[in-house]
């Protein structure tokens, strides 16, 4: 049985779509130029041209608005995961991941810095972007570093849940220290780190049958 194709939305709901794109790029905008700390409500109103309850429809508060920019990355690496139904290997996985969710935020170091002051010094933007790291984005990359422990490729005397905040402490390290001193394009930063990573999550097999075959 074929696939149901969803009918294209409505007039009335391509308007609410682009009416929160336009609030959450404005936001966006704002945050590399001011700070997210200096960066009112009032002042992503006005970029956007929309009323204070307008931007209260979409976003409930400030902090949402990173939640929303979490929200977007992490649909994008789920979106590389199901171009692949039928599985693929996690290196291949990441290889093809990487570069996708470093586009967003290597376009502005400034931005970068923004949201890390954020979850920094700011306690309601912080609780909202742990409980999302906790809730999607430790999930997510456990999920993957579990397949590939079934496939044998991952190493298995760690849990996988272990191995997935080595991972995303590798993520967050290397944007870290990009958004100081970014002197090369963040998605070669991402890639070359997590290669150097790469040979402490692969499983010995995997290892031996690489250099064998070399």
């Known amino acids: 049985m074929g696939h149901t194709l969803k009918p294209p939305p409505g007039r009335r709901e391509r308007r609410r779509r682009e009416t929160r794109e336009r609030i959450f790029r404005a936001a966006l905008r704002l945050f590399a130029q001011r700070g997210f700390l200096a960066t009112k409500i009032e002042d992503i109103t006005e970029a956007a041209d929309v009323g204070k309850g307008t931007f209260f429809n ?3 508060s400030k902090e949402h608005l990173l939640v929303a920019f979490a ?7 789920q979106a590389v995961v199901g171009q692949f139904p039928g599985g693929a290997s996690y290196h291949e996985l990441m290889q093809r991941l990487l570069p996708v969710i470093a586009e967003e935020p290597g376009h502005s170091a400034d931005l970068v810095r923004s949201i890390l002051a ?9 609780r909202v972007m742990r409980r999302n790291f906790l809730r999607r984005f430790l999930p997510f990359q456990t ?7 079934r496939r044998g490729e991952i190493r298995a005397d760690r849990e996988a849940q272990e191995l997935a905040r080595h991972v995303l402490r ?4 290397t944007l870290f220290l990009w958004a100081l001193a970014p002197q ?8 070359s780190n997590f290669e150097l990573l790469w040979g402490t999550l692969q499983s ?3 290892r031996s049958h690489r250099e064998k075959h070399a």
Not at 71 to 77: D, F, N
Not at 118 to 126: E, K
Not at 143 to 149: K, P, R, Y
Not at 170 to 173: E, I, K, R, S, Y
């Open 58 to 60: 979409y976003f409930p």
């Open 71 to 77: 929200e977007m990355q992490l649909g994008k690496a």
């Open 118 to 126: 954020a979850a920094l010094l700011n306690t309601p933007a912080r």
């Open 143 to 149: 999920a993957l570093l579990s397949a590939g422990q």
């Open 170 to 173: 590798n993520f967050l390290g």
């Open 184 to 191: 090369k394009g963040l998605a070669a930063g991402l890639t």
């Open 204 to 206: 010995p097999n995997t």
